[in-house]
């Protein structure tokens, strides 16, 4: 039974080498190619019409004559390509083709450099230093870069519920506070709007002290999508607007909170009723500040945030230590008098 | 509890067809967590009814066939216990639901039968009617739906003289729409707007204050067409109203008060599949359709609208990654005849939204047949080919329909073009090219080519050259000579 099987398989593998007419010249299979670069095939197939040369699935270059051979460019991808020659032959009523692949280049050793930034609110009766101040990140202690006493130019997003439960004057004082206090950013920030109700448009940009036209409010509300929808890697404040709960988001509390709490986004929130427990934990987590208010104090609310946040301190690290996950940060005065108010509790790695 | 299932008035709604989530994902969800929570035969047969429809109006006949016969099996089932304990009343629903389902399902003959039966058992009651006149108008007969919703009205408005209660005064209105549903599909579009004016201006009343309160509390916006609570039936017909409206004054020609109609429904729910469509279909803009795509990816009237639309905006474009800005680019992609570009998006839908009505026609349409260009059939040996001719070679390529002859003629085929090169290098009076578009269909050489002489990008330059081959939407060419355009 053995001889027979190994009869068969030296038949196929026969039939299989007197197929294969094309041969490769250059590359070879497994070969590394980059830039421009010849493909070269020889044949033993008589009568050629023309032999087609295509790259990745697409016609790179036909040659109608020998040497069968075109220049290409394979660019600076360090990826694998896969190279196949197709042979016509006898009034393109034959074709036989071979297939190599090469092989992909492998980059040097990367370094992933991750700096988390943590707003922060402190009181101090001095200027602070860098050195007043200790991080941990898990339990690890990490080494500060910058401690800044201004915030740096950031993107503004104001997240603000249509929802059908805004009416009563609600959305309209929300847009009026925003054209009426968004001055007080600094010019080369960035602002966005993203209204949502159980939908959440697309984030338009406005301009500082823009009348924001009238919205009619309707529909649920999908807070969580909202607020995930907006994460970038972008120094992104956002500033959410809402009367309450959430009805109709399509992401999970849990799911929402990790995508939001990154190194880079702070959520502060007013509320125009009674916070969700999500909120709180979004603003907390993010090193933001959650306030109620009602229509007629909301302008107020707003400026007093924004305030806040200009007159933030930033404090920057370069992680070390820590494995994906949640990674709890702790930030603890290393001299009396300083007080630290709030700072981001901490954030999701990847 | 007397409005348990406000009855099934809304199965005539034109052509309805939503911005990352399609606007019926939210009944849909609705109706799914109705099915799991409430046991009872209303629910369980509103539930599936209204799943039946909102799949119906996303492309999806297989998953709202499932839903109907479900409907169906729980009314014939309704029927039989109904029968057993001798309730002529629950017997007469039960038939009338069970003629529904039927006439959803298609089976015609049995529905009508059915619907005959129902009324013989109970003809009292306007619901037994307002049953009848949509079984009716599903069946294609708007006449006897007319006179049934007639009846309907006259035996509503009798119990609201008696007893002018909040459900009698939804009901009539229930009644109302139905018939002037009814009354529009038999060419009677005077009595019909005005009893649709009637129908709006009468649920925009101070009467409904205390249903518009609980919907504010609730937030609620969703849509049936089988409303369960006088919070739903009211959202649900004032929607269906204004949409009646705004589409019956669009078929007039009057734009300006259907664009009203459709903005007084998107001002209720920002995100209405039929309202956006109406927008977009009135004000021609792209952004209105990116809107309208967004609320519903799958409706055949929209897909033809933008069609029409595309036709005379070639440079649309498509962005973000809905599903919504997918089936754009797939229409887009088709206008400009990059068929290989359409058939990848197309797959990519597929993939995520399969069995899909829409997407299935789009491919038969795409799968046409290519014509064979007229050069390869006469056996020329020069050819100065159109782009459309070019567009079909390029499809013949990438669907390997070439017969070896037709390749042989390709392969000695002398073509020119005025063609617009994308960039240029020169050194040495030479000018380097690698590609460009002939008349909108892109092309390149193997490798970039110089020229003898300064010529710009961008300009029309007469080229002369070959086929070589194509790949995806682009042709690969063979430069055979390079001149200025006279």
Known sequence: MKRIALVIINVLAAVAAQAAN?????????????????????????????????????????????????????????????????????????????????????????????????????????????????????????????????????????????????????????????????????NDDRIDLVLFNHNVTKAKAIRRGEQLPSVPPSGGTSLRDALASIVTRERTYAIVITDGGDRNSAISESAALRAISNTKMIVDAIVLGDASNFLRDAATNTGGTLVTADASTLQRALRALILDINSRYTLDYQSHGNGSGWRSIVITPQRRGIEIVNARKGYYAR | MRRLLIAIAFVATPAFAQTTRIASDFEIAQMQQQLARSHDFLSQLSGHLNLGDARLTRGESTLARREYAQAYELAAHERLDARRASDLARYATATSYAALAEGKLGRDAHAFELSEEAIRYESGEAKTWNLYASTMSLLGKPAKAASASRNAVALARRDLAQSPGLDNRLDLAVYEYALASALNETGQAREAEQLLVEVTSSLRSPDFDFVRAQIAHLEAFESYSSARGQAAAYISLLNRSQLRLAALYESRGDAERARRQYENV?????????????????????????????????????????????????????????????????????????????????????????????????????????????????????????????????ALFNDDRLTPEQRMALDKLTMTNVAQFDDAGSENHQTIFEKGDIDGVRFRFSEPMAFNGDFAAHAPLRLTYRVLGASNDELLLEPIQLEGAR
């Open chain 2, 266 to 394: 998107l001002a209720a729910r920002s995100d209405d599949p039929t309202a956006l469509a109406g927008i977009a279909r009135l004000s021609q803009s792209g952004e209105h359709f990116a809107e309208a795509f967004d609320a519903n990816p799958f409706s055949l009237s929209l897909v033809r609208d933008y069609q029409r639309y595309l036709a005379t905006h070639r440079d649309e474009q498509a962005e973000g990654d809905s599903a919504g800005a997918r089936m754009r680019r797939v229409l887009i992609a088709m206008n400009r005849g990059d068929l290989h570009t359409a058939k990848t998006a197309l797959d990519q839908l597929d993939q995520q939204f399969p069995d899909n009505d829409t997407l299935r026609t789009l491919r038969a349409d795409l799968n046409k047949p290519s014509e064979l260009p007229s050069f390869l059939r006469a056996g020329a040996t020069t050819a100065t080919p159109s782009a459309s001719d070019l567009r079909s070679l390029i």
């Open chain 1, 22 to 186: 094309v041969s490769f010249v250059t590359p070879q299979n497994g070969a590394q190619t980059i830039g421009p670069a010849l493909i070269e095939i020889t044949t033993s197939v008589a009568n050629v019409d023309r032999v087609e040369f295509s790259v990745d699935g697409a016609l790179a270059g036909v040659a109608r004559k020998p040497p069968y051979r075109i220049a290409h460019d394979f660019g600076t991808s360090l990826a694998a390509h896969s190279i196949t020659a197709k042979v016509w032959s006898n009034g393109f009523r034959n074709s036989d083709e071979a297939t190599i692949r090469t092989a992909a280049l492998t980059a040097g050793e990367t370094m992933n450099v991750e700096v988390v930034e943590v707003p922060m609110r402190v009181r101090s009766a001095q200027r602070l230093q860098a050195s007043d101040l200790r991080v941990t990140e898990n339990g690890i202690p990490q080494t500060i870069r910058e401690l800044r006493a201004d915030r740096g130019a950031a993107r503004f997003v104001f997240v603000v519920d249509r929802s059908l439960s805004m009416g009563d004057g609600k959305l309209d004082a929300a847009l009026r506070a925003i054209a009426s206090e968004s001055p007080l950013l600094r």
